[in-house]
């Protein structure tokens, strides 16, 4: 069964640093790009930035090129996103999202999401 | 960036049809998939591909893709069908996902 469950969310202030992570479990993590995707409260859905399955390219939206960094360790099954100068816009639920086609690009087809982590930033 | 515009609202009775359009410049020359969000969960994928329903699906969901528009069609409407949902695409320009702004789907 896969499973993508999220950590690291709380409250920041702003300009602060917050470091998200996801750990992958039941399916092969390292063939599968993976993405961040995060919710305002009572917004839509917006894709922020993603990393294809052997870590070498990143993806960013242009929202966040800059600020946010994603990474991988695909030896311990975990993607990262370390969110630097945090400001109150950031304030979401952060998913984790697994791309479906096995490849060493983003293809945008997220088959399974984990269940979120809150970064809320506040002063 | 690649704009997809979806109606914020919509509502259906139960049994019957709901349709749920997404709008985006010749969208039928991209992929479009579909998800189902409801309160407090994850999204959950289920259209892909413009038409192909993932497994565990129920085939009461449909989708199509013509010309400028991509519509996802929920058939004999439950009430456990009552959401939001999200269109999403892949934007050849930005070389990036792209989601609509999302419907929310009332049962009444």
């Known amino acids: 069964e896969v499973q993508l469950v999220e950590s690291g969310g709380g409250l920041v202030q702003p300009g602060g640093s917050l470091r998200l992570s996801c750990a992958g479990s039941?399916?092969?993590?390292?063939?599968?790009?993976m993405s961040w995707v995060r919710q305002a409260p009572g917004k839509g859905l917006e894709w922020v930035s993603g990393?294809?399955?052997?870590?070498?390219?990143?993806y960013y939206a242009d929202s966040v090129k800059g600020r946010f960094t994603v990474s991988r360790d695909n030896s311990r099954n975990t993607v990262s996103l370390l969110i630097n100068n945090v400001r109150a816009e950031d304030t979401a639920i952060y998913y984790c999202?697994?791309?479906?086609?096995?490849?060493?690009?983003?293809?945008?087809?997220?088959?399974?999401w984990g269940q979120g982590t809150l970064v809320t930033v506040s002063a | 960036s690649y704009v997809l515009t979806q109606p914020p609202s919509e509502s259906v009775a139960p049994g019957q049809t709901a349709r749920i359009s997404c709008g985006g410049k010749n969208i039928d020359g991209k992929s479009v998939h579909w998800f189902q969000q409801k309160p407090g969960q994850a999204p959950l994928l289920v259209i892909e591909y413009d038409s192909d329903r993932p497994s565990g699906i129920p085939e009461r969901f449909s989708g199509s893709n013509s010309g400028n528009t991509a519509t996802l069609t929920i058939s004999r409407v439950e009430a456990g069908d009552e959401a939001d949902y999200y269109c999403q695409v892949w934007d050849s320009r930005s070389d990036h996902p792209v989601f609509g702004g999302g419907t929310k789907l009332t049962v009444l």
């Open positions: 999202a697994k791309d479906k086609r096995q490849a060493d690009w983003l293809s945008g087809l997220f088959d399974y």
């Open positions: 990393i294809s399955g052997s870590g070498r390219n990143p």
């Open positions: 039941g399916f092969t993590f390292g063939n599968h790009a």
